[in-house]
């Protein structure tokens, strides 16, 4: 049980760990609307990684081909997403800001996170936006076609090892996506004037496109 357990920390950290797309997402999502909302992206990349360590211990070696197979049209798709995801990033620093941001909005403490931030989106919708980019996103899908290959839970482990493994790996994921959103709060707070705004935005957008232009060289 104690194997099984640390073999799903290990699991979930070294998915979830390496900076990439979600990891530069997620830093952005925070600074742009706050901890609280930006955790819907990190439950949904979490959740994602979770699915995945479960085909990993129930499935085992008869998925990994097929994860294989199609891994070229997932990182085409992975593009395209990042592509359009880093443009929506980039747009809250070429609106004007509606209304602005007072000592009184600073001063309301929980209040202000909200206030001092773009708000265009919700908490599920995040859940749901980057818990699909993850789904499709190559790193994710290379590393578990590698874990659901050479897995040796798929076989030898019983239900309740199998079980600790995937709420391992999903708490493990979980709890560095939030420490990623939490750190985008911080620099969001910081940059609270439409100023800081505007390069959180362009930086995070550019960022991202970054990364796809990256992924399209690669493939």
């Known amino acids: 049980m104690l194997d099984a357990l640390l073999a799903g920390v290990v699991a979930g950290y070294a998915i979830a760990i390496p900076v990439g797309a979600i990891a530069a997402l997620l830093i952005t999502l925070g600074a742009q609307h ?10 949904g990349a979490a959740t994602v990684d979770g699915l995945y360590a479960t085909v990993a211990v129930t499935a085992g070696a008869v998925i990994a081909p097929l994860i294989a197979a199609v891994e070229e049209p997932l990182r085409w798709i992975s593009v395209v997403v990042l592509v359009v995801l880093g443009i929506m990033l980039a747009l809250p620093a070429f609106r004007r800001r509606t209304a602005p941001i007072t000592a009184t909005t600073i001063d309301s403490g929980g209040d202000a996170e909200a206030s001092a931030r773009v708000r265009t989106t919700t908490f599920r919708r995040l859940f749901l936006t980057v818990g699909a980019l993850t789904l499709v996103n190559p790193v994710t899908v290379v590393y578990f076609a590698a874990l659901v290959g050479s897995s040796t839970l798929a076989v030898d482990a019983g239900a309740a090892e199998r079980l600790v493994f995937v709420v391992a790996a ?28 505007r390069i959180t935005a362009l930086v995070g957008g550019a960022l991202v496109i970054a990364l796809a232009v990256r992924a399209a060289v690669a493939a």
Request: charged residues 5%; positive net charge; glycine residues 18%.
């Open 170 to 197: 999903f708490a493990a994921s979980l709890s560095w996506q939030l420490l990623l959103t939490t750190a985008g709060s911080l620099v969001g707070r910081v940059l609270t004037g439409p100023t800081g705004a």
């Open 34 to 43: 706050g901890a609280r909302v930006a955790a819907g992206g990190a439950l």
